[in-house]
């Protein structure tokens, strides 16, 4: 970063700047607007809308109902009526034509007093002392200085962050990489238009040849380019941006870490409650956090959503004022960033973001001195800010039904019996409205049917969910119970001879971290992988590699031998046994859970034995297997090769090494 003290000439003045002026910014330029403040809004494209409109996801995924958006997105339905296609989510009617939706986002920013500068990219701020001043924008081929009392940074790269020198990190913390991006199309589908994509690997932005090629490939394959076009399938619209599900991680006053939320510690003053399932597709699981583990691979609880409540905090650039960090890029953890994402939320964060920078400027107050009381009440007036939205988790299922072959015996008996009562009063016969997604699972993505799933607390509730062949919402309500109290139970029933009662509560124990369960797992390791008969999730993971995980954690020296020989015979004598699902659906995909899960809990094993016999053998033959030129695992999720990020995770826990950052121009005010 440079960083040059001038005194600048404004070219010209507005309360409030929005950059970018995607799902975010579009929402935050027009209630600025709306509530009284001179606005301009800057945007990189010829229009509003960003990846809800640009971007072909037209369609609404979980998130939390109410506020302003509400209203615009009935402005665009109303419009469309009899002149335009309608999107293909018939189940939900939440679907939106980006051309529709982009058209009224900029008819009611323009009505509201906006000034928008399309095609136009920041290159430059002014800052006085610690705080945002105004930007330096590149429009048209002129440079442009604005003086702004306020700026909300809805760029979805963290832009102006960055550029003021904001701290900011991208990815995990194990290898600082990020969710997999997507590339989309619009396409008409009989008497629908919908958008379709594809997911295309990771955000390379540090190797520009490799991003290049992977948007090229996705370009020139199907979903986005197929062999052939009818009347029936014509695509219509290329996605003008990628689909980035993650963006670079503002470090804010208050940051939200899928751990803290899990742990209890939450904030007291949240701004809205956002809502989905805790998802970043990535495969490499192996490599995230403890906390996202423990969800979405050792509990398999993919089928559960958590509400999360955003305060004013998560949006304050540690250290600075006059400005906001809104959209993905607020302080959340690559972890919680995959809950804090979905559009309907994104959209409450424009809205909140926009009633804070109103209350800065009229009370002349740093931004963390805004009346917080006042803040949420006019919020909660348009309804982004309701109670009622903070489910803690909740079921992403619709109401569980009786159809053979698909029942749900994940769900308390009491949540299933209070969701088929809700069915029965509006008169309706689930089966017929029921429309199921992957491996038999009905989704309920609009949250009309969304409820808070109870834990379960009784001993009996638990092992009867644990005697069947799902027992992941068992593991998830067994964390939360005090172990002197539970695992003289779970040894019980480990004990007990009844499977899979008793491979399920020896696995409960290596996730409550019993030293116990080591030798327990290890044993198990050498039994074929048990199958569930039903399918009732879209993600399948095997039994044997959570043992494997669990090892790990318990650092069992004396599994080293086992899992040296996953890593070296490429997981074979496991693949035989196992059948290909909706989420792993070649024997790469298989492979690559069970050799990276091996690989990430021999190291941890080594680490743990440092400088002993056992973390030179394993240190040896990780290395020499990492050596090895035959190894390949092309994962169906992106057609990605993923052999050198297992020999870069080897090779770099024995050598680690940093990475550089770019520059950036920033001007001090005299």
Avoid at 516 to 541: K, Q
Wanted: some cysteine; aromatic content about 8%.
């Amino acid at each position: 970063m440079q960083l040059y003290t001038i005194t600048p000439d404004f070219d010209c003045e507005y309360d409030v700047i929005v950059a970018g002026l995607g799902t975010t910014g579009s929402m935050a330029a027009i209630c600025a607007a709306e509530n009284g403040l001179s606005v301009l809004g800057i945007e990189r494209l010829t229009g509003m809308g960003g990846t809800g409109t640009y971007g072909c996801v037209w369609d609404y995924y979980f998130g939390s109902p109410g506020g302003r958006f509400e209203s615009v997105n009935d402005e665009c339905r109303e419009y469309a009526k009899g002149r335009f296609l309608t999107t293909n989510r018939k189940n939900d009617g939440e679907g939106l034509s980006g051309t529709v939706k982009s058209y009224i986002l900029e008819r009611t920013a323009m009505n509201a007093g906006c000034t928008l500068w399309y095609e136009t990219v920041v290159t430059g701020a002014y800052m006085e002392g610690n705080s945002l001043a105004g930007l330096v924008c590149l429009k048209k081929g002129r440079l442009i200085s604005v003086r702004a009392k306020m700026t909300i940074d809805c760029t979805g790269e963290a832009a102006i962050c960055r550029i003021i020198g904001a701290e900011s990190f991208e990815g995990r913390t194990s290898d600082n990489l990020g969710q997999q991006f997507s590339k989309a199309v619009g396409i008409i589908s009989g008497d629908f238009i919908r958008g379709v994509w594809k997911h295309c690997g990771r955000m390379e932005k540090h190797d520009a040849e490799t991003l290049s090629r992977r948007i090229i490939k996705a370009a020139s394959e199907p979903p986005c380019l197929l062999d052939h076009y009818s009347g029936e399938n014509r695509a219509v619209y290329e996605g003008a941006i990628l689909g980035l599900r993650e963006a670079p991680h503002v470090i804010t006053d208050e940051y939200l870490t899928l751990e803290d939320h899990f742990s209890g510690r939450k904030t007291d003053s949240p701004l809205f409650y956002a809502f989905s399932q805790v998802d970043n597709v990535n495969r490499d699981i192996a490599f995230e956090s403890r906390a996202y583990q423990d969800w979405h691979f050792i509990c398999s609880m993919y089928c559960y959503g958590i509400s999360v409540g955003v305060p004013l905090g998560a949006m304050i650039p540690k250290g600075y004022d006059g400005l906001l960090a809104a959209g993905k890029s607020m302080g959340t953890d690559h972890d919680m960033a995959s809950c804090v994402r979905m559009k309907k939320d994104l959209e409450k964060c424009g809205e909140a973001a926009a009633a804070a920078a109103y209350l800065k400027i009229r009370d002349d107050v740093h931004i963390r001195d805004v009346p917080m009381d006042e803040l949420r009440a006019m919020l909660g007036k348009s309804g982004c800010l309701d109670k009622s939205n903070d489910y803690g988790i909740a079921d992403l299922r619709k109401p569980a039904v009786s159809i053979p072959g698909q029942e749900h015996t994940q769900m308390p008996e009491q949540v299933m019996s209070q969701r088929q009562d809700r069915y029965q009063e509006k008169g309706q016969d689930p089966r017929l409205s029921l429309k199921t997604s992957r491996a038999g699972m009905p989704w309920d993505r609009t949250g009309e049917y969304r409820e808070s799933a109870i834990l379960l607390t009784d001993p009996e509730d638990i092992k009867s969910v644990l005697s069947s062949d799902y027992p992941g919402f068992a593991y998830w309500s067994i964390k939360n119970i005090p172990a002197d109290i539970i695992v003289p139970t779970l040894f019980e029933w480990s004990r007990c001879g009844t499977e899979p009662l008793s491979s399920n509560s020896k696995i409960a124990l290596g996730l409550l971290g019993v030293p116990e369960a080591a030798a327990l797992l290890r044993e198990m390791l050498f039994t074929p992988p048990r199958i569930p008969a039903v399918h009732d999730r879209p993600i399948y993971y095997p039994d044997h590699a959570r043992m494997i995980c669990l090892l790990g954690r318990l650092r069992d020296k004396y599994s080293a031998e086992i899992l040296l020989d996953i890593v070296e015979t490429c997981a074979s004598k496991y693949l035989e046994h196992l059948e290909t699902d909706s989420y792993y659906s070649t024997k790469d995909d298989f492979a690559f859970l069970f050799v990276s899960t091996a690989i990430v809990s021999l190291t941890e094993i080594a680490k743990a034995e440092a400088n002993s016999r056992t973390s030179g053998i394993i240190s040896s033959r990780l290395l020499a297997w990492a050596a090895r030129d035959d190894i390949s695992f092309v994962i169906s999720m992106g057609k990605v090769e993923m052999s050198p990020v297992l020999k870069t995770y080897i090779i770099k826990n024995l050598h680690p090494d940093s990475v550089s950052t770019g520059k950036s121009t920033l001007f001090q005010l005299q």
